[in-house]
């Protein structure tokens, strides 16, 4: 079965910074793209980062580029979004997704709220 437990939410004032992890259990972690979306009360879930299996290939939406970074550990089957200089606009639930390369299933974590307070 598997599992992605996302931890590491809370409440910041604008400015300041965050790091979220997400512990993957269950499958072959360095095998799938691992990635953080966010969900804004009335928005869609939206595309925050992505790193691949090797960690070669690494993304960031345009409205966090120079703020978070992902990262991930596939000895400890971790995934991390560090992010700095937060602002009110990413007070948002973030969710951790894990993408099988291979075309199979994906899977998602339950969520961690931030908030960002000006």
């Known amino acids: 079965q598997v599992q992605l437990v996302e931890s590491g939410g809370g409440l910041v004032q604008a400015g300041g910074s965050l790091r979220l992890s997400c512990a993957a259990s269950g499958l072959t972690f360095s095998v799938y793209a691992m990635g953080w979306f966010r969900q804004a009360p009335g928005k869609e879930r939206e595309f925050v980062g992505a790193?691949?299996?090797?960690?070669?290939?690494?993304d960031h939406a345009d409205s966090v580029k120079g703020r978070f970074t992902i990262s991930r550990d596939n000895a400890k089957n971790t995934v991390d979004l560090q992010m700095n200089s937060l602002k009110p606009e990413d007070t948002a639930v973030y969710y951790c997704?894990?993408?099988?390369?291979?075309?199979?299933?994906?899977?998602w974590g339950q969520g961690t709220q931030v908030t960002v307070s000006s």
């Open positions: 790193i691949s299996g090797n960690s070669g290939n690494l």
């Open positions: 997704n894990a993408d099988d390369p291979r075309g199979g299933n994906d899977y």
